[in-house]
């Protein structure tokens, strides 16, 4: 059992007579997707959720703005549960692309791939059937700001611990350059999101957690962990929010995503050589250890992902998406010539 473990096993035990039904706020946070690269030249080529029935990758043939042939893009996403989203109405998943009918900025699935959440064109957020159907403004952008990377936190009700069912959104806003931590109900309609409040663990010389600059939520996991990075000091946090928010500073780095399975560490990106790179941090009873799951990196990889069974981890690159080994026993290999957000649909 690792440190980690062991410390929210105790906080649990330390602080459950003051939980309460309403300490159902967890957190994380995340900065501003940029939309560039999209692609909506291709409208023919998309299809429904239901995508090809080809389990191996696929071409689909493209029309530049001029109306000619482009070469066929591989479209590797069939049967993975790998998604792309770019900023366009069109989300790369199962082979094919399917019309949300909407704008889709920074796609998140929820645990049981059921629904999505995303920011739309107007800044709102919103979740929707897998098919971009039944849409719902879960909550209304006030106008002058900027939300983006939304993350799923849920959690089934703890009785033992007397804490309550949690089915959260967290993103990150930006207001007037500055970057906060926001959460808000996956059921609200037309809800009023809240500013997270950010706590530590408890001990000598710890400092406490910037509130602001925070950026790239990501949670996970069955007991309310995430993960966030701040933009101002350059760090990755992790967070414990089972029974209260605490959180502490962990290595250096930017846009973490967390494993599936519970203390089993995240993925993130730092430079390196010229280069962002992919790291895994794994916790331990000695203190966590990082390893370069592309060090022989000859380009930028970025925006990770963990594969729902945490076995893989897709990242973005600038000639389209990879997957790699989640434990780098292996080179990234390219399977889709998409560009744009990688998630997993479970």
């Not at 159902?24 to 909506?40: F, K």
């Not at 989640?326 to 399977?335: E, F, I, L, N, Y």
Request: aromatic share 6%.
């Amino acid at each position: 059992m690792s440190v980690r473990t062991r410390n929210r096993r105790a906080a649990a035990v330390a602080v459950v007579a003051s939980v309460t039904a309403g300490l159902g706020l967890v957190l994380t946070g995340c900065g501003p997707e940029d939309a560039t690269g999209a692609d909506d030249t291709n409208p023919t080529a998309t299809s429904s959720a239901n995508g090809s029935a080809n389990g191996g990758a696929t071409s689909e043939p493209t029309k530049g703005s001029d109306g000619k042939a482009q070469p066929a893009k591989l479209n590797g996403t069939a049967k993975s549960g790998l998604t792309i989203s770019d900023g366009s109405r069109f989300v790369v998943m199962n082979g094919t692309r399917v019309d949300f009918g909407t704008v889709v900025r920074d796609l998140a699935w929820s645990p049981d791939g059921r629904k999505a959440a995303f920011v739309d064109g107007d800044g709102d957020l919103v979740v929707s059937a897998p098919d971009g159907s039944s849409r719902t403004i879960v909550a209304k952008n006030p106008g002058n700001e900027n939300w983006s990377h939304p993350t799923w936190q849920v959690r089934a009700a703890d009785t033992a611990n007397q804490l309550p069912k949690l089915d959260n959104i967290f993103f990150a806003g930006r207001k007037d350059g500055v970057s906060r931590l926001y959460g808000v109900s996956a059921t609200a309609h037309n809800g009023t999101p809240h500013v997270l409040s950010l706590g530590h663990e408890s001990g000598e010389d710890v400092k406490e957690l910037p509130q602001a600059g925070n950026v790239w939520p990501n949670a996970a996991g069955k007991y309310g962990a995430a993960v966030y990075a701040n933009s101002d000091d350059g760090k990755v946090y992790v967070r414990d929010d089972y029974l209260r928010q605490q959180g502490a500073a962990i290595t250096q780095g930017s846009e973490p995503a967390p494993a599936p399975v519970d203390d089993d560490g995240f993925v993130f990106v730092r430079s390196v050589g010229g280069h962002d790179h992919l790291f895994r941090e794994t916790p331990g009873d000695n203190g966590p250890t990082f390893k370069d799951l592309t060090p022989n990196a000859t380009t930028d990889y970025t925006e990770p992902a963990f594969s729902p069974d945490g076995r893989t981890v897709a990242a973005r690159t600038p000639a389209g998406i990879v997957t790699l080994p989640a434990d780098g026993s292996a080179a990234p290999v390219k399977v889709s010539d998409y560009t744009g957000l990688p998630a997993y649909r479970a």
